[in-house]
């Protein structure tokens, strides 16, 4: 499911726990939690909530110009 793959890698991404340790939790190989991760993880990127390199999702306070806005307000999230 979709929202698993997000889920995590979100935690892969806040808490650094190893994919074999999610997978079992998840009842599954260690490998679709890994390709989950490297799909899910640009996507993530792309809006700008995961940079690569960075061990948390949270921007740097004065990144707000980075931030998503919502349709038409022109005032970021």
């Known amino acids: 499911?979709?929202?698993d793959r997000i889920?995590?890698?979100?935690?892969?991404?806040r808490l650094q726990?190893?994919?074999?340790a999610l997978a079992v939790l998840y009842g599954v190989d260690r490998s679709t939690i890994t390709r989950a991760v490297h799909e899910i993880r640009p996507l993530l990127a792309a809006?700008?909530?995961?940079?690569?390199?960075?061990?948390d999702l949270r921007r740097p306070s004065g990144d707000r110009a980075a931030a998503p806005c919502p349709q038409g307000t022109g005032?970021?999230?």
């Open 1 to 3: 499911m979709f929202t």
């Open 7 to 13: 889920i995590v890698t979100l935690v892969v991404l």
């Open 17 to 20: 726990l190893p994919h074999s």
């Open 47 to 55: 809006l700008g909530f995961a940079v690569p390199g960075r061990l």
């Open 75 to 77: 005032e970021p999230v």
